[in-house]
Structures are given as structure tokens and as C-alpha cells.
């Protein structure tokens, strides 16, 4: 006897954001797949989780985004929690990237680790580890990304900053 497994996973997130980064533009779970660095297969289930928790509509092409919003804002940190590592070469994320560097000026630098980054700071583990690959082909993507590390790594100003530019670029 064969049980579904529907709770979600960290790549169900980076699923979400990146067709949330597509905007309206038609996708197919093969070229999720490609842009992700995930397989088809990967994509497919996630796309089931989702919409067994209702993050997603039951044809898998929209997402629920006051429901994800929701869970964004108030369960993320639980379900997928960070806390920075050591100090290493990588991508800027949260309060360090893009657009939440704008609004604060931080002493420390957070990172996704990268061989070829730019930027040494402390370590923050992607969601998933193709999240860097993935945000360097799109700036969209890079975004809402590091939106989402904001807030599981930051500090309440940042969270509050990250909701309120994920509110603009979600809802």
C-alpha cells in the first residue's frame, strides 16, 4: 500500500516563486525543470503538494498568492528556519541584495555559498541548492528569493521591509 508524502518541502517554495517571477507568461513543467536545474519529476510532485495545501489551483498553472503570501509571512521561518554560518564567498541575499539594501544598512553580510560569488559573508543555505543557478538567469526570481531569506534569517525591521516589497510583488 503506496501513501502520498504531501507535506511541503523547501523546493515547493522555490517552485512558487518562480512562476510568481514568470508573471503571466505561459510555462510548461519542462521549462520549470530547466530553469530550476530540477527534474520534471520533481516538479511534478511539488506542483502536487501545492495543491493538496491549496497554494496552488487545481489545474497546477496559478497560485493561490493570498494563501502563500499567508504562509510567507507567518510559517516560513518555522517550517524552514536559518540561522547564518560561517563566512564564505557567495550571492548576497536577504537584507544584503537587492531591494531590501536599500532600506537597511547592516554590518553583516549574508550570502548563499558560491564558489564564483562576489561578496564574502555568512553563509545562508538556499532553499534548495539550485536556487543560486536559478537566480543568476533571473532577476525576477533573485528577488523574491532573497525577499524569502529576509525573512527567515532577519530581524523585524527586515522581515517587516521584505513583507511589505513581497506584498508588491506577490499580491
Not at 7 to 15: E, R, Y
Not at 28 to 49: K, V, W
Not at 89 to 101: E, F, K, M, Q, W
Not at 105 to 122: K, L, S, T
Amino acid at each position: 500500500m503506496s501513501t502520498t508524502k504531501t507535506n511541503l518541502k523547501p523546493q515547493d517554495i522555490v517552485i512558487l516563486l518562480k512562476i510568481i517571477a514568470l508573471e503571466n507568461r505561459e510555462w510548461f513543467q519542462d521549462t520549470l525543470a530547466l530553469e530550476l536545474y530540477m527534474s520534471q519529476s520533481e516538479i511534478s510532485q511539488s506542483l502536487n503538494r501545492c495543491k493538496y495545501a491549496l497554494l496552488i489551483d487545481s489545474s497546477k498553472k496559478k497560485v493561490n498568492r493570498m494563501a502563500f503570501t499567508e504562509f510567507l509571512f507567518y510559517g516560513l521561518r518555522y517550517v524552514f528556519p536559518q540561522q547564518p554560518g560561517p563566512v564564505v564567498r557567495g550571492i548576497a541575499t536577504a537584507h544584503s541584495a537587492a531591494p531590501i539594501n536599500e532600506h537597511i544598512n547592516a554590518d553583516e553580510v549574508y550570502v548563499w555559498p558560491y564558489a564564483r560569488g562576489n561578496i564574502r559573508g555568512q553563509a545562508i543555505e538556499p532553499l534548495y541548492p539550485t536556487v543560486v543557478d536559478a537566480a543568476l538567469r533571473d532577476f525576477a526570481f533573485y528577488e523574491l528569493a532573497s525577499l524569502v531569506d529576509s525573512l527567515r534569517v532577519g530581524r523585524t525591521r527586515e522581515r517587516e521591509i521584505a513583507k511589505e516589497e513581497l506584498r508588491k510583488r506577490i499580491l
